[in-house]
């Protein structure tokens, strides 16, 4: 099967990250894949060295037309039985393309409805998506959100994110000034963005590492990273909390490090949780659905959103007790084989398959 990704580019942040693993896997699989961007990123040495055909269009702004124009020569010219879209300028431009093209189309649905503002960008979206030959949400909640928009509930399927779970069982041991043993490791993980409940992880810490003289990592960037910086001054935690940026060793990082917190107030299906239980880091999360379509309560602790005192309380229990915080972590990793990138990507290829016959 010949299939054509189109997406932004391939930087930092989640949906970069699931395309350059599923095309890579496709390609493993023995598909043909392709992948269109208008710029590189992190991610792009991976999905080159994994044998994916890369069309670098020419640089053009959000709203420039010409977009559409390229996308639809380029799909004529490659011929894809299926282009699939990631992010909302290629789900506007590139479903545009190839419906111009007569091509079939898939859309990714990474997020939830909470996401989304009534913006202009996002009315056209939801036009242009109710369009799509199928839409693939990663989880209940992103297809229930399409289906109430009006696609076709029919063509609303998910298929979860998958985890490349021999790569993290083979990421190297972290840098030793990043893991100090009279020090325990607590991450966070993702964007910096208002969702991601950032003065509330704050408070927590503030309540637990200066007891604990434990150091946390917040492994990320995005638009709330000067207010997360003055938040680490106002509560004094200089000390035991370093904005360290986006990392490359964050696999490395989960293996090492004594838990994860992750207290968003909404989420898709969050990467950095599954590839928390893939490394058998323990988990602090958020009372939300998304994380309990991933994890019980006996694979982590579940605390409310806006509650820092529970989630301290949460935090100290397992650094205090280990051995439970073990127990939970090597269920939630039995858990987790179930979205193996091979299973996920054939799980995908059956609804191209489906798109492809219609």
């Not at 859309?107 to 056209?124: I, N, P, Q, W």
């Not at 992103?142 to 696609?151: E, F, H, L």
Request: glycine share 6%; hydrophobic share 45%; proline share 6%.
């Amino acid at each position: 099967m010949r299939i054509l990704h189109h997406i932004p580019n391939l930087a930092g942040g989640g949906a970069e990250r699931q395309l350059a693993l599923v095309a890579s896997a496709q390609a493993r699989a023995g598909h043909d894949v392709h992948v269109a961007l208008l710029d590189g990123g992190v991610h792009l040495s991976q999905v080159e060295s994994s044998g994916v055909t890369v069309h670098r269009l020419p640089p053009s702004g959000h709203y420039d037309p010409r977009l559409v124009v390229r996308l639809t020569r380029l799909i004529k010219w490659a011929h894809p039985d299926v282009n699939h879209t990631w992010l909302t300028l290629m789900d506007v431009a590139a479903g545009a393309a190839s419906m111009l093209a007569r091509s079939p189309w898939v859309m990714s649905e990474l997020s939830v409805a909470a996401a989304y503002t009534d913006g202009y960008k996002y009315r056209v979206r939801e036009t242009f998506g109710r369009l799509a030959d199928a839409v693939i949400a990663n989880s209940s909640a992103g297809r229930a959100y399409w289906v109430q928009k009006g696609a076709r509930e029919d063509r609303c399927v998910v298929v979860p994110n998958p985890v490349d779970l021999d790569a993290i069982d083979a990421s190297p041991a972290p840098s030793v000034r990043d893991v100090d043993p009279n020090h325990p490791l607590v991450l966070f993980v993702g964007r910096l963005a208002p969702e991601k409940n950032l003065d509330t992880i704050l408070d927590t810490f503030a309540l637990v590492l200066p007891q604990r003289n434990a150091k946390a990592m917040i492994c990320g960037d995005g638009p709330e990273r000067d207010s997360v910086a003055r938040g680490i001054a106002e509560r004094r935690l200089s000390e035991h909390v370093v904005i360290a940026g986006y990392r490359t060793d964050v696999w490395s990082l989960l293996r090492a490090a004594k838990l994860t917190v992750c207290l968003s107030r909404f989420e898709g299906r969050p990467n950095v949780v599954l590839e928390a239980m893939a490394a058998r880091c323990p988990l602090v999360v958020s009372d939300i659905p998304a994380h309990h379509e991933l994890l019980t309560a006996d694979q982590a602790l579940f605390v409310p959103t806006d509650d820092p005192a529970a989630a301290a309380t949460a935090m100290a229990s397992i650094l205090d007790d280990p051995g439970s915080a073990a127990e939970r972590s090597i269920s939630a990793r039995r858990a987790v084989e179930a979205f193996r990138a091979e299973k996920i990507v054939g799980e995908m290829a059956a609804v191209y398959n489906r798109v492809i016959r219609r």
